[in-house]
């Protein structure tokens, strides 16, 4: 007699939530095992996941999976995978994607994905695996359109390496970068520029990552860092006005990203081309 399979929804996982994320059509969250390994039942995910483990030893029946699978290990599931995957110990920690049925969907149009679970061990899809656990964790305003970028990377990534694809760049590439510089002052969703030049966003995803070496959204940042730029060198416009006109959501968005890229604050750096420019109070925003 066959026991019982629990069917697990999309985002569930048996684990306890140390951080979340939910972003268009993909649901993150880093967790912590809460079953022992005799405990956990045979069950279902619905959705397409993947599994990045952080910490501990992780049994697995994917593809390659090996008698345990240890840190920086990503685990591909594609939707209406039955296993018992789990941890040996209770001290695991792992980062857990699922992905909606429309965007696997959607995705499936234009690619074509592993028909049973996957394990990878190096290589690009752990890389942005490893980037999207950082970003789990963060809380920054414009981290969900780079998580977005990711995970629709990550989903090339998996097709790319199931089926061997390679194209030739595009002239839709050429269109996106385009698109984003005249318009990085809007808040675009990666869904929206694909959807303005015609591609799908996985290809988009793809497309900028082996042709331009970035995320759409990273390029997208350096489009904003770019035209406040510009504003700074150019204008004595206030922080706060610099920072809308180029697309960051308020002065303490523009400053915290410009302290990243440029390791010296807006002001700071007005100052250095500017020599005769005083900031307005004599310092700067934290």
């Given at each position: 007699m066959m026991p019982d399979v629990?069917?697990?929804?999309?985002?569930?996982?048996?684990?306890?939530?140390?951080?979340?994320?939910?972003?268009?059509?993909?649901?993150?969250t880093v967790m912590t095992p809460v079953?022992?390994?005799?405990?956990?039942?045979?069950?279902?995910?619905?959705?397409?996941?993947?599994?990045?483990?952080?910490d501990g030893a992780y049994l697995s029946s994917a593809d390659g999976a090996g008698a345990e699978c240890g840190r920086?290990?990503?685990?591909?599931?594609?939707?209406r995978t039955t296993h018992r995957d789990r941890f040996k110990t209770l001290d695991g920690c792992f980062l857990a994607i699922s992905v909606s049925r429309e965007s696997f969907r959607q995705a499936a149009e234009c690619a074509s994905f592993p028909a049973a679970?996957?394990?990878?061990?190096?290589?690009?899809?752990?890389t942005t695996a490893s980037r999207l656990a950082r970003e789990c964790g963060r809380c920054y305003q414009d981290s969900a359109l780079l998580m977005e970028g990711a995970c629709?990377?990550?989903?090339?990534?998996?097709?790319?390496q199931s089926t061997g694809r390679r194209g030739k760049s595009a002239?839709?590439?050429?269109?996106?970068?385009?698109?984003?510089?005249?318009?990085?002052a809007d808040h675009l969703r990666l869904i929206d520029i694909a959807r303005s030049i015609g591609v799908h966003p996985v290809h988009l995803a793809r497309g900028f990552r082996q042709f331009l070496g970035c995320t759409p959204g990273e390029y997208l940042m350096r489009c904003r860092m770019e035209r406040a730029v510009t504003i700074l060198r150019s204008t004595n416009l206030p922080l706060a006005d610099t920072a809308l006109q180029a697309g960051f959501f308020d002065?303490?968005?523009?400053?915290?990203?410009?302290?990243?890229?440029?390791?010296?604050?807006?002001?700071?750096?007005?100052?250095?081309?500017?020599?005769?420019?005083?900031a307005a109070r004599g310092c700067d925003p934290c």
């Open positions: 629990r069917s697990l929804p999309y985002g569930k996982f048996f684990g306890t939530d140390r951080s979340f994320r939910e972003i268009p059509g993909f649901s993150l079953l022992r390994p005799e405990d956990v039942p045979m069950h279902t995910h619905e959705e397409a996941s993947f599994v990045l483990i952080l920086s290990t990503v685990i591909y599931n594609p939707p679970a996957q394990t990878y061990r190096r290589g690009p899809v752990v629709l990377e990550l989903l090339g990534q998996v097709a790319i002239a839709w590439i050429h269109s996106a970068k385009e698109l984003m510089r005249d318009r990085c002065q303490s968005h523009l400053t915290r990203a410009f302290r990243l890229h440029f390791g010296l604050s807006p002001n700071a750096y007005r100052r250095i081309i500017r020599p005769h420019y005083k």
